[in-house]
């Protein structure tokens, strides 16, 4: 089935160095990928989304790039920020999954001083 | 923006203890959804709903049930807790089904099974 894989489980920076978080998939057809975040005691919130042409979206200084042949969805930002602390998901929805949205395990990102 | 909210935000009760969540949004949004977050396995589907009267299996439906009452209302009933379940839910809703669909979150329910 299909399936996504955050192998970060923490990742530790120091404020403006850059940020990569991890993602990586598994499914039968094209999927839509998506980064959710979640700040602390917050609710999670979309990030990020797939586009169908192969644009790379943005939001917030962050970027992510659909790489079919590598099956990655890695999120990017060149500068990290204190406020960017946060619980970060990848997901996917495919039609070989009946398009529910399925979530990896979390990266808890930490930006300090 | 979407606005999901869910009560309580903290519950304690004992192992076999009834429990119910609660989750209200007022999108017009059509889907609803239960999740659990626990460290180490994301966000992973109890339940969900496409309309009042509905009721989907997720992914990790055992010792849960649901109610969706209104379009708007959405309850996750846990009639025999146990320690398993502590955990924090978050309620979601979205327009529709489908490639690409956003889902709107709560805040989250902190719920401790002792």
């Known amino acids: 089935g299909d399936s996504v894989t955050q192998t970060e489980g923490l990742v530790t920076l120091t404020e403006g160095l850059p940020v990569m978080l991890n993602c990586t998939y598994q499914?039968?057809?094209?999927?839509?990928l998506f980064w959710y975040v979640q700040h602390l005691n917050e609710a999670p919130k979309l990030l990020l989304k797939s586009f169908t042409d192969n644009k790379r979206p943005e939001h917030q200084g962050f970027h992510a790039t659909l790489h079919k042949s590598s099956s990655s969805f890695h999120l990017q930002k060149s500068s990290a920020q204190l406020s960017d602390s946060a619980l970060y998901y990848c997901?996917?929805?495919?039609?070989?999954?009946?398009?529910?949205?399925?979530f990896g395990s979390g990266t808890q990102l930490t930006v300090m001083p | 923006e979407a606005a999901v909210t869910q009560s309580p935000r903290n519950k304690v009760t004992v192992t076999g203890g009834n429990v119910t969540l609660s989750c209200r949004q007022t999108?017009?949004?059509?889907?609803m959804y239960w999740y659990r977050q626990d460290t180490g396995h994301g966000l992973r589907l109890i339940h969900y709903s496409y309309g009042a009267g509905n009721l989907q299996i997720g992914d990790v439906p055992d010792g849960y049930k649901a109610t969706r009452t209104t379009q708007e209302d959405f309850f996750l009933l846990l009639e025999l807790a146990s320690p398993s379940q502590t955990s924090l839910y978050f309620c979601a809703s979205s327009d529709a089904w489908g490639a690409g669909e956003r889902l709107f979150f709560g805040h989250g329910t902190k719920l401790s099974v002792l």
């Open positions: 499914s039968t057809y094209s999927p839509f």
């Open positions: 999108n017009s949004h059509n889907y």
């Open positions: 997901a996917l929805s495919a039609s070989s999954g009946s398009w529910q949205l399925i």
